[in-house]
């Protein structure tokens, strides 16, 4: 099932939710009920929890942006440091710097046509990932500098490669979910009290009381969900991709 779909189907379940509730307790509600009796207080926590639960759905969208961002950060910052590596070997003999970048394009394409499918499967990464990394590395740590010229090269291209093995570490860790399961029990909770105190107003059967209504409990639907998709940068709709991979290394088809 898309995740587009998921979405839609979750806000009209929302809504439908909040419309046969308000219609069900207007029917058994007592004849004499006056809805411009509502306490004060109550109206003070409907406003108070409202206020604290925007608060909440802010700083859990902020979160799981951000880690989603820091996700493509380390993918674009894996694939420049690879293809520095590539270049910066052609100061080395012939044989040499067309094994580093064949080494170099196999771990590339290795990533874009089958690690990235791993990531977004099962959320890790794949050991012959890391051993084809390990190649490239004993590629440039291995090789002597047989002049100055050579010389020169040779710790910029160690610095790329600790560049390209850190960026990987860190895409392996962000490959999971970022938040916290009792995070989500909480998000969850606070989505149900926080519509359900919208009831405690004794709204009508009213379509513009209605539609209100169905309104906001869509749009705490709609933040929740995108809290979902956000929450695993490589899995879902919004995910983060191997563009970078792709527009450093032309020639790797994903």
Do not use: K
């Not at 509730?21 to 926590?45: G, N």
């Not at 960026?167 to 998000?187: E, H, I, K, N, Y």
């Amino acid at each position: 099932m898309s995740d587009w779909l998921v979405l839609v189907l979750a806000m009209l379940a929302a809504c439908a939710v909040v419309v046969v509730v308000t219609l069900v307790r207007h029917r058994r509600a007592p004849q004499d009920e006056d809805p411009s009796e509502t306490p004060d207080v109550i109206e003070y926590m409907t406003m108070w929890i409202g206020v604290v639960y925007a608060i909440v759905l802010g700083l859990a969208i902020a979160g799981v942006w951000e880690a989603r961002s820091s996700a493509q950060d380390y993918v674009q910052s894996e694939a420049q440091a690879l293809h520095e590596i590539s270049e910066r070997v052609r100061v080395y003999p012939p044989d040499v710097r067309e094994r580093v970048r064949d080494d170099v394009d196999a771990y590339a394409g290795y990533v874009v046509r089958t690690e990235w499918q791993t990531m977004s499967r099962d959320e890790r990464v794949t050991d012959r990932g890391a051993e084809l990394l390990q190649r490239v590395r004993e590629d440039v740590t291995d090789y002597q500098p047989r002049n100055d010229f050579e010389a020169q090269a040779y710790q910029p291209l160690l610095d790329q490669m600790a560049a390209a093995d850190q960026a990987r570490s860190a895409r392996a860790d962000s490959t999971g979910p970022t938040m916290p399961a009792v995070v989500w029990w909480g998000l969850l909770a606070g989505a149900v009290i926080t519509v359900g105190m919208v009831f405690a107003l004794q709204i009508q059967r009213t379509r513009r009381e209605l539609v209100l209504a169905g309104l906001f409990s869509a749009t705490i639907a709609f933040m929740l969900f995108l809290i979902w998709d956000f929450d695993s940068p490589f899995s879902r709709g919004i995910a983060v991709t191997a563009e970078p991979f792709l527009n450093l290394f032309p020639n790797v088809t994903g």
